[in-house]
């Protein structure tokens, strides 16, 4: 079965630092390019930040850059965001997916459950 | 580039055909825009890549149009499942999402 599982979300202070994770399962993770997603409460969605299958190509939002930080471990299958320096407005339910193609910039076929982030003191 | 959805929120009677819109600040190539479905409490699924092709599984009463800045999903026949929110994305240089129509069932 086609599996995202993210983990690590929870709340922290403003100023602080969370390191998200998603497990993948059922594709080929390090043929596949990966993404990070966002959506506020009762808001839409928000693309955070995205890695090519090799890692040979990594963007980011500009909401997010010099701040937050995009990895994999395809040894694990395993994609990781590191969020430093949190704002109140990084509250939000951080969803991994995956692309269609290996492609920096594609449509997303397959989510996770998502996990929460919240910044607030 | 800025996509914006109308409308807002389409209440209509089962059977019914929804057209929802999604218009680009600037011209998009046919090739990078997706449709995505969101129902309560779930992620986003996909429902159509490069204007028109349907992904895997979505039944064929959800079909994409459009070009330039002007693109539209419509559901053929409404039923109570397809009570949701629909995003429209633009992908291909950048990655942006559209802000959302809900749909509702009269």
């Known amino acids: 079965e086609v599996q995202l599982l993210e983990a690590g979300g929870g709340l922290v202070q403003p100023g602080g630092s969370l390191r998200l994770s998603c497990a993948a399962s059922?594709?080929?993770?390090?043929?596949?390019?990966m993404t990070w997603v966002r959506q506020a409460p009762g808001k839409g969605l928000d693309w955070v930040s995205s890695i090519t299958g090799s890692g040979g190509a990594i963007e980011y939002a500009d909401s997010v850059k010099g701040r937050f930080t995009i990895s994999r471990d395809n040894s694990k299958n395993e994609l990781y965001l590191q969020m430093n320096r949190l704002r109140a407005e990084d509250t939000a339910l951080y969803y991994c997916?995956?692309?269609?193609?290996?492609?920096?910039?594609?449509?997303?076929?397959?989510w996770g459950r998502g996990t929460m982030v919240t910044v607030s003191s | 580039t800025v996509l914006t959805q109308s409308p807002g929120t389409l209440s209509l009677s089962p059977g019914e055909r929804a057209t929802l819109s999604c218009r680009a600040s600037q011209s998009v190539s046919s090739s990078y825009l997706a449709w995505y479905q969101q129902k309560p409490g779930q992620a986003p699924r996909l429902l159509i890549f490069?204007?028109?092709s349907r992904a895997t599984g979505i039944p064929d009463r959800f079909s994409g149009s459009g070009s330039g800045t002007d693109f539209t999903l419509t559901i053929s026949r409404l039923e109570p499942e397809d009570v949701a929110v629909y995003f429209c994305q633009r992908y291909g240089g950048s990655l942006t999402f559209g802000g959302g129509t809900k749909v509702e069932i009269k």
């Open positions: 490069g204007t028109s």
């Open positions: 059922g594709f080929t993770f390090d043929d596949s390019a």
């Open positions: 997916a995956k692309h269609l193609r290996n492609w920096s910039f594609d449509a997303s076929d397959i």
